[in-house]
Nanobody, 122 residues
Framework: QVPLVESGGGLVQAGGSLRLSCATS?????????VGWYRQAPEKPRELVVG??????YYAQSVKGRFTVSSDTAKNTIDLQMNNLKSEDTATYYC????????????????WGRGTQVTVSS
């Protein structure tokens, strides 16, 4: 089991920003070939928000232009920058690594984090 730990969640007002980070102590995953950020709102299925694999990227329509993924090589983290947050972005956010983009899109990466809660107040 690869420990993935998300951080950066919290309460923010609509229109605000948050930056989530995904960290792992497993050296072999410091530069994963694929990474996905998912979210799950209460009573809704988990959905892929952003998926990056090789040179391919997927952004959910609802977050295009607002969310971006980047890696911080100094901190060995994979970050999700979320801008112009909306109340419908409220969910538990999970990072995941491993697999190709197709597997990320159907929710089958190799490893999952435990999630961090994001709450957007209107």
């Amino acid at each position: 089991q690869v420990p993935l730990v998300e951080s950066g969640g919290g309460l923010v007002q609509a229109g605000g920003s948050l930056r989530l980070s995904c960290a792992t102590s497993a050296r072999c995953f410091f530069n994963p070939t694929s990474v996905g950020w998912y979210r799950q709102a209460p009573e809704k299925p988990r959905e892929l928000v952003v998926g990056i694999a090789s040179d391919n990227a997927y952004y959910a329509q609802s977050v295009k232009g607002r969310f971006t993924v980047s890696s911080d090589t100094a901190k060995n983290t994979i970050d999700l920058q979320m801008n112009n947050l909306k109340s419908e972005d409220t969910a538990t956010y999970y990072c995941a690594v491993g697999g190709d983009l197709n597997r990320l899109r159907v929710g089958l990466p190799d490893y999952w984090g435990r999630g961090t809660q994001v709450t957007v107040s209107s």
